[in-house]
């Protein structure tokens, strides 16, 4: 909604094959006042967070649960930059914890509990590509 705000194009990536099943299946919202563009990909979620992954230039995780997991392992693993919205509980608090556990880089990760800067950062990095 805030890309919306801010006059941004939205794209929504569907676990369903068509909106039926992403209202009725997945129990889905679908707001065309929010997404200009809603693409079915009908691979269940973990197919769809590949497809919204790697259609990104970056991902940013503001709580989550096991699915945005899954979504920042795809991202990490496609060496995409992270950006994790800290104080905000889940899985963005403890995915950085969990990399420098495992002893892995987190070069790409950026973590900050101030939003504007976590974006700032973001394109900052993405520019340096």
Known sequence: MGAKEAGGITVGVSP???LKDHINDYNYPYHPDIFDSLIFTGSGYKGRNVTLVRSCDAVISVM????????????????????LSSGTGGVSDAFLDVLEKMGKS???????????????????SLNCL
């Open 16 to 18: 369903a094959i068509n």
């Open 64 to 83: 989550g649960m096991i699915g945005t997991l899954n979504e920042l392992t795809i991202a990490y693993d496609e060496k995409k930059i992270i950006g």
């Open 106 to 124: 987190v070069d790409n990760i950026i973590s900050s509990n101030e939003p504007s800067y976590l974006v700032d950062k973001i394109i900052e």
